[in-house]
């Protein structure tokens, strides 16, 4: 399995961003996929995740009504729009992907994969 994520790159406050995570190997339709983030001396953190279609997305409270998180089951990939983008936004984010029956989609422990992650700087 192998996850590939881009997208990221430089951007001032207030502007956005969209991080694309294509999956090679597993299904996304049938697989939970999360982002997580780690900035510089923190600790990752979970930032959206997506399970069915039809159910509501997950958001971190820091990113929700900014955030949104999406998936191409043609293309197999998931993205992660982000916009109103904050200084504090500045990390490396990652994609995961997981078992749909995961109980916890903002545990890193419920996802298998992990993508190589793509640095994302908000300057202020």
């Known amino acids: 399995v192998q996850l590939q994520a881009s997208g990221g790159g430089l951007v001032q406050a207030g502007g956005s961003l969209r991080l694309s995570c294509a999956a090679s190997g597993r299904t996304v339709a049938t697989h939970a996929m999360g982002w997580f983030r780690q900035a510089p001396g923190k600790k990752r953190e979970f930032v959206s995740a997506?399970?069915?279609?039809?159910?509501?997305?997950l958001y971190a409270d820091s990113v929700k009504d900014r955030f949104t998180i999406s998936r191409d089951n043609a293309k197999n990939t998931v993205y992660l729009q982000m916009s109103r983008l904050k200084p504090e936004d500045t990390a490396i984010y990652s994609c995961?992907?997981?078992?749909?029956?995961?109980?916890?989609?903002?545990?890193?422990?419920?996802?298998?994969?992990w993508g190589q992650g793509t640095q994302v700087t908000v300057s202020s």
């Open positions: 997506i399970r069915w279609s039809v159910d509501s997305p």
């Open positions: 995961a992907l997981g078992s749909i029956l995961s109980p916890n989609l903002k545990s890193g422990a419920s996802y298998d994969y």
